[in-house]
């Protein structure tokens, strides 16, 4: 559609209906890294929000282009809201350390990856008592700001920052780091690595991830939740 000086405009109600599955597609696959009371329908209307900002301010043409800008924009407005909502309690964040805590000792103690049982008995758990904190810790990321730092500490990011070759971000990606993680990851246990690899480098979500393992979407988050918790021990023991 052009106007009368020869502008091409666009029809945002058609650009709605046309990205509203990507809208969807990140909302769900965001879903497995945050804890159960985030609803997904919240994400979906935050979502949209973003996609509507991203087909004011985009300028290129409208193309694939346009899609990996939306999706940025969508991604950034979710994240926004999150950030604003304090989503990650510290009771999540306690669980999880309890579980990093578990895998540490017992690596060290076995010299082999432990299993669930393994981890729920040094937890004094249950077997379906452990698989319902690694539901509950759903949500932990593999860093977290706090983590580096102690109370009466100036933080661990601002002492990286002293200068402008000191970006936090470029220490974060050291090859070192980049290496540690790569590793970490090919030494998880297989259906763990199985299940990161289709989250995230195919970009699948629970729900199609329990369609290819022929298990339960709350499963997947289980196994997702354990292998970050792994990843995380070793991340912290570099």
Known sequence: MYTATGTKTIDKEQFITEFTPLVKRIAYHMMTRLPASVQVDDLIQVGMIGLL??????EGSY???????AAQRI????????????????SIRKKMRRIEAAVNMLEQRNGCAPNELDLAAELEMSLDEYHETLQSARGAQLIYYEDFQQDDEEPFLDRLFI?????????????NFRSTLIAAIDNLPPREKQVMGMHYEQEMNLREIGEVLGVSESRVCQLHTQAVARLRSRLRNT
């Open 53 to 58: 900002d991203a087909i004011n301010r985009y």
């Open 63 to 69: 193309g694939r282009q346009f899609e990996s800008y």
């Open 75 to 90: 991604r950034g407005s979710i994240l926004d809201e999150l950030r604003e909502a304090d989503w990650l309690p510290r």
């Open 163 to 175: 200068d402008s070759e000191g970006d936090p971000l470029n220490a974060l990606l050291d090859e």
